[in-house]
């Protein structure tokens, strides 16, 4: 009788594990090398295949060191993630495209070598700047509105003995208060 229920318990755990792991998708990303695509009308397709690609495309250089990562949807370029030169996996770069503009971009992320933040600036449908903010330390330390490149809006400045100042601004001229 041990056998008989050590042997189903095995034969179900089995079971279970194949019927649960059936249908799923696996967690193996597709990467191929920067010239194993080609752009055609804004899409990105595979060479081999001439469909649309999904997954991590790489530029890298002759020693192996990546450059350039995008991360590939339907053939739609969603985020690229650039990387320092001499220092091996620091990025210095996320620009991260509109969902609905895939061609302009919606945020730029910058950091500093140590890996933390130290500027975003985010852009509208059309890829037009409207905010830039710098950080140090984990604070803002600096905001601006922007209206392509004038600044229009509030400007935020914080110094390093912590006095604030704001400033207001139309169009690119200053307003005075």
Partial sequence: ??????????????????????????????????????????????SDSKKLYTGLVHRTRKNGDII?????KKGIIHSTIMYYRRQEGKPYAKYVY???NPNALSQVIRYRLEGDVYEIVYYDYD???ILEE???????????????????GKEFC??????????YFNNGRRVKN
């Fill in 1 to 46: 009788m041990k056998i008989f229920i050590r042997n189903y318990s095995l034969f179900l755990v089995v079971y279970l594990c194949v019927f649960f792991t059936y249908g799923q998708k696996s967690n193996k990303t597709n990467i191929v090398d920067f010239y194993d695509v080609y752009l055609e009308d804004g899409l990105l397709y595979r």
């Fill in 68 to 72: 350039q990562e995008d991360y590939v």
């Fill in 98 to 100: 509109n969902k609905d």
């Fill in 127 to 129: 890829g037009r700047k």
């Fill in 134 to 152: 710098d950080y140090e330390d984990g604070r803002i330390i600096y905001s601006c509105e922007l209206n392509g490149r004038k600044r229009h």
């Fill in 158 to 167: 914080v110094s390093k003995e912590c006095d604030t100042a704001i400033n």
